[in-house]
């Protein structure tokens, strides 16, 4: 299931140690830490082979997360929102990320704009609970959806480039 | 030219007109004007007006003799979809005493394939929709309803409080919790708040093709968790895809939801009123229709600690407890001290014909209530009707004339 260029990938993200969840009072933090940690190293690593591909932030305590992630294709860059909550679960479950501007525009989305990530992903995480964190989340569930499905949704014309869409306005 | 005075009686007929018009879109918007009123006290009486005659009749058809009792109970709904809202509507037909429903989401017209909601409440939050309709069939119900996703931080501590302050009172807890959610977080956002408040809860889900699905009693400590068995969401060809959630690529059926709505509410009156056996796990699975049932005992290496906290509880409780003494029910022979005409009864049933011979093209299990007597050939043993040349009319005027 996972080709030998994801497991590259995901060898160079750190795994994390704390098992816990946002009640945790106690331990959330330092969960939070470990999560920032390995997304900042995930990142870095990105940049360094020159694959960067999205930036995320969270609010203070860490619950809600949000930023951009962009796919390129044919020269031009295509970038879209993504949000999305750490569940009470967490990590037990995994975050459901979502791109509420392609809320409608595909089946593999549930409502909201929370990306499908039930075949490709769930079963992964659920093996690797509590180790794998945002970054594994990204890598493994966010990843994949985009190099399948923005490809498709370009060609059907359901997601334009933003200087095409600027230049039918003018 | 018109007169002023055609002019004044043009707008007072126009007026009335405005006013028929409002009074008709009023009775529309609010449909609680033709509904009941309150009824304090659940009677058995038996006429056309009385809601409750035919739920109290089971207490005398002798399958619940408390039924008036489910006035006390207070019971949680938690998604109030396809399964979630047919649910409600049965257990507020059932006149359950209060309902608390929890779902975030809105009606649409992608719902219509279900039952329950209408295409004219599209866009209203789904509890909203729900109370409206709910509390016009059954006004007696008390019915709270929550707005929001359990499974953020920002709502499931009140999602907890509502849970452990929910019983009719108010000063405790609600007596059951029913899951009616289509996905993975939502479960186990309920089961890690039933493990900690120690709630007992079933679980429901009918599965993403829509043609099985499932309830599960959860007693924690006692029965598996919904996090007992992690494999079951991992493992191919199981359970797996009940487990999946129901967005916009998921098929559904209203057949199957009804079904397993049922089934759901039936278990709940099970165990709330105490009659018949409440199962731990029942299955459907459409298509064979096939109906497993199993005990699911809960895991020691659950990794919910509030699971293993109940688990060693029960452990503890089993122990310390005597052994249960089988008390058997006798029923009362009922006893006439006097007889003074020297009344008795004389069954007309030959007891011959309530014997019935084993059907071997029956399935294993079921058996006829009694055989067919057999045909007498021959002389009948009454008289029968003659022949006659009278018409129809003739007839009738002699009976009428006798």
Known sequence: MVDAATKKTLSGIPLLKTKAGPRDKDLWPTRLKEEYLSLIKYVENNKAADNDWFRLESSKDGTRWFGKCWHIQDLLK????????????????????????????????????????????????????????????????????????????????LVRHKDEKDGEDK | MSTIKELKAKIKQLEEELALEKSRSTTK?????????????????????????????????????????????????????????????????????????????????????????QPHQSGMSKVEAAQKTLSFINPDVIIETHNYNITTMANFDNFMETIRTGSIDGNGPVNLILSCVDNFEARMAINDACNELNQNWIESGVSENA??????????????????????????????????????????????????????????????????????????????????????????????????????DYQKKLASQPKEEVVEEKEEEIKHDTNDWAIELVDETNPEDLVSKVDESLAPGIKHSYDKPVESKGEEASETVGHTEESMDDLMAKLKGL
């Open chain 2, 211 to 312: 043609v099985s699905g499932h309830i599960q009693l959860i007693k924690p400590g006692e029965t598996a968790c919904f996090g007992c068995a992690p494999p079951l969401v991992v493992a191919e060809n199981i359970d797996e895809k009940t487990l999946k959630r129901e967005g916009v690529c998921a098929a559904s059926l209203p057949t199957t939801m009804g079904v397993v709505a049922g089934l759901l509410v039936q278990n709940t009156l099970k165990y709330l009123l105490g009659f018949g056996n409440v199962t731990e796990y029942l299955g459907y699975s459409a298509l064979q229709d096939f109906f497993p049932t199993m005990l699911m005992k809960p895991n020691p290496q659950c990794t919910g600690r509030y699971c293993v906290e109940r688990q060693a």
């Open chain 1, 78 to 157: 295509y970038e879209f929102e993504i949000e999305f909550d750490i569940p009470v679960t967490y990590p037990a479950t995994s975050p459901e990320i979502a791109l509420p501007e392609l809320d409608g525009k595909t089946a593999k989305m549930y409502r909201g704009g929370k990306i499908c990530l039930t075949d490709h992903f769930k079963p992964l995480w659920a093996k690797n609970v509590p180790k794998f964190g945002i970054g594994h989340a990204m890598a493994l569930g966010l990843g994949p959806w985009l190099a399948v499905e923005i490809p498709d949704l370009i060609s059907k014309g």
């Open chain 2, 29 to 117: 918007a609010e449909p609680h004007g033709p509904g009941r009123d309150k009824i304090a006290k659940m009677s058995a009486e038996v006429v056309d007006s009385n809601p409750y005659s035919r739920l109290m009749a089971l207490k005398r058809m002798g399958i619940v003799n408390n039924y008036e009792q489910i006035r006390d109970f207070s019971v949680a709904v938690v998604g109030v979809g396809g399964v979630g809202s047919v649910t409600a509507e049965m257990l507020t037909r059932c006149g359950i005493g209060k309902l608390i429903l929890f779902d975030y989401d809105k009606v649409e017209l992608a719902n219509m394939n279900r039952l329950f909601f």
